[in-house]
């Protein structure tokens, strides 16, 4: 499919421009920091001292010095026996113990509140050894990639190396490293590095790349890495976990974690480098350059995407990385193995890129769509009778959302495939039918 120049750009701010994550080599240095512990604190001890007051009965003497208590007497009752003494508690003993009472009730709501945490605990706790048995599973999968490259600036020969990372999935019965295109390019095969979680070296034989995808696939001669399990990107949901794991910075089989917030980002402008086809899932999972060709995983240990980008105005993590859903990666990637190059799905027509809800106008019932501006003779849009001024809101089942939803659709389409579509002309919706051609 041919679009008109001049697409919408995807700017984060200002002076912040979308790039992709790789990074020239580079030695982490970790910055020695020597930890004062702080004096023991003198705990001063003090003691509590009761005086007792003593409560006798009045005495009185006699002329002789004796004393002699005074006494009411009975005359026919015998005396009633002297009630026991009660002991009455000294002030300093009550604050005494009504301090102990309340410093067991403060150690009793404290180990209350312990087993409450721990109740709590055990269910976070568990979330934490799922990533461990994530990270356990798939670290043997993913590979961290070295890339000599030299190249031309300005007339200056320059040479310098990349960090990457790829994971091994199997395609066509065979394995195949999969990563990004931007990881690799430049860089011949004898001047590519593999190397596992477990410290050996490879070198592909055989290397297929795309450009309007930024998918790229290694074969190494008898590679026997676990291949890691691929899932299904288009059962993701914004919120759910994800892992990342790659060599950011050239720290090989780094894990990180996070969540999915986005789906289908297909707007953004990446520098120099052309990316057509985009579909990209966003992950606040830290990506850092040296993530590139990483998987992104979910928490079954599936590879959901392939990290490729960052939006970062320092070069560094911000929490705003993208990747390739696997589904789109892994279409590439088997095109790539079977047929050497990509095939690219072709629908004929030019679209308006500035066509929008604000346009939709009498169709304002409608959600989306993408505005035909030219239908190119003799192509599947032709014989499927699209005409300059439909609108396109439907294609193989999916509500078009922009033009760039429908590119991207048309390009993941197998080629020879018959596609429904919904077609709006006139203020009614028609229905129709196209046979995808291949772009070359």
């Given at each position: ?50 005086k ?20 009411r ?9 002297t ?23 403060i ?29 356990h ?113 050239g ?18 402008s ?62 590439v ?53 699209l ?33 429904p ?20």
């Amino acid at each position: 499919m041919l679009r008109q120049s001049g697409v919408r750009s995807f700017a984060l701010s200002a002076v912040a421009a979308l790039t992709f994550a790789t990074c020239n080599s580079a030695t982490a240095q970790t910055a020695s920091r020597q930890s004062h512990a702080p004096p023991a604190n003198q705990s001063g001890a003090y003691e509590r001292h009761s005086k007792g007051v003593s409560i006798d009965s009045p005495t009185q003497g006699n002329a002789s010095g004796e004393t002699y208590q005074l006494m009411r007497p009975s005359l026919e009752r015998p005396s009633l026996p002297t009630p026991p003494e009660i002991s009455t508690p000294s002030l300093g003993s009550a604050l005494g113990s009504s301090a102990g009472d309340a410093s067991a009730m403060i150690d009793q709501q404290r180990e209350a509140l312990f087993e409450e945490l721990a109740e709590e605990f055990n269910a976070f706790d568990r979330l934490g050894r799922l990533v461990r048995k994530v990270s356990h599973l798939v670290k043997p999968s993913v590979i961290h990639i070295e890339a000599h490259k030299t190249e031309t600036n300005n007339g200056k020969y320059e040479s310098y190396d990349e960090a990457g990372s790829g994971v091994v999935v199997a395609i066509s019965g065979g394995l195949w490293i999969l990563t990004n295109r931007h990881v690799i390019q430049g860089a011949r095969p004898n001047e590519i590095m593999l190397r596992s979680s477990d410290g050996r070296q490879f070198r592909p034989a055989q290397i297929y790349t795309d450009e309007g995808t930024d998918v790229a696939v290694m074969q190494v001669t008898n590679m026997d890495l676990p291949a890691a399990h691929v899932g299904d990107s288009e059962s993701v949901g914004i919120g759910d976990f994800t892992i990342a794991i790659g060599s950011p910075f050239g720290l090989s089989h780094s894990v990180t974690f996070g969540i999915l917030s986005a789906k289908g980002r297909r707007d953004l402008s990446l520098g120099d480098k052309k990316i057509d086809l985009q579909d990209f899932f966003q992950t606040d999972a830290a990506i850092n350059p040296g993530n590139s060709g990483g998987p992104l995983l979910n928490l079954r240990g599936e590879v959901i995407g392939l990290n490729t980008a960052i939006a970062s105005s320092s070069g560094g993590s911000e929490g705003i990385g993208f990747a390739i859903p696997i589904n789109m990666a892994m279409r590439v990637a088997d095109e790539l193995v079977r047929y050497g190059r990509y095939r690219r799905g072709y629908l004929g027509v030019v679209l308006d890129p500035d066509f929008g809800p604000q346009d939709l106008g009498a169709a304002a019932l409608l959600r989306g769509g993408a505005l035909v501006k030219t239908v190119h003779r003799g192509s599947p849009a032709a014989k499927a009778n699209l005409q300059r001024g439909d609108i396109i809101v439907q294609f193989n089942g999916t509500n078009v959302e922009n033009d760039d939803h429908l590119v991207a659709q048309v390009g993941m389409t197998p080629i020879g495939s018959h596609i429904p579509m919904v077609i709006h002309r006139d203020g009614k919706n028609y229905r129709a039918e196209v046979e995808l051609t291949d772009l070359n």
